[in-house]
């Protein structure tokens, strides 16, 4: 009767530890918030190359004759959908951050990068198609490029639909055992 456990509240909650054994002392996991923040770097690095690139190198390349003219504009357009993935991934990111992991909101989030990769893929096709057929003498390299971009997203956007449904899934679980206790 006497002998209750404190609650385990959720701020308090890290990911699993490594067992005692460990040489130097430290944890061989990390903190959500500390994860949640190298995941923000990464997204923030990633989105900073990619404004880059449409801005600075695309362009660049256009001015010396190295890419068609308007390349710049269908990269562009083939990276606005990637914008909706990196601000839902930073949501994404920072519900983690505070240990907000299997939600309806996240199950969402990652539907909806899933669908933002769907579309680019799907942009990056359609560009891969017209610089085939209509341009009689596109670079190979312009080509590889759009055809690396084209099965990078359609890859991504696989792997994020499974992503959702497993932590759909999980979500349930979560409400499920939620009431139970």
Do not use: Y
């Not at 933002?116 to 990056?124: D, E, K, P, Y």
């Amino acid at each position: 009767m006497g002998s209750e456990q404190p609650k385990e509240t959720p701020n308090a909650r890290t990911l699993p530890q490594k067992s005692g054994n460990s040489k130097s002392g430290h944890s061989a996991h990390m903190s959500h918030h500390t994860l949640a923040i190298l995941l923000e770097v990464t997204d923030a690095c990633v989105v900073a190359a990619c404004l880059a690139l449409t801005i600075i190198v695309i362009p660049a390349a256009e001015k010396v004759d190295e890419l068609k003219q308007g390349s710049a504009v269908l990269t562009a357009i083939g990276m606005l959908p990637l914008a909706v993935v990196a601000v839902c991934a930073w949501k994404l990111f920072s519900a983690i951050g505070h240990e907000e992991t299997f939600t309806s909101t996240n199950v969402r989030r990652i539907r909806i990068i899933a669908m933002a990769f769907t579309i680019s893929a799907t942009v990056w096709l359609v560009e891969l198609i017209v610089s085939l057929v209509a341009v009689s003498n596109s670079r190979r390299l312009v080509i590889l490029g759009l055809g690396m971009a084209f099965l990078f997203c359609l890859v991504l956007a696989v792997v994020s639909a499974a992503l959702a449904s497993l932590t759909a899934t999980a979500t349930e679980l979560k409400n499920e055992n939620d009431l139970v206790i």
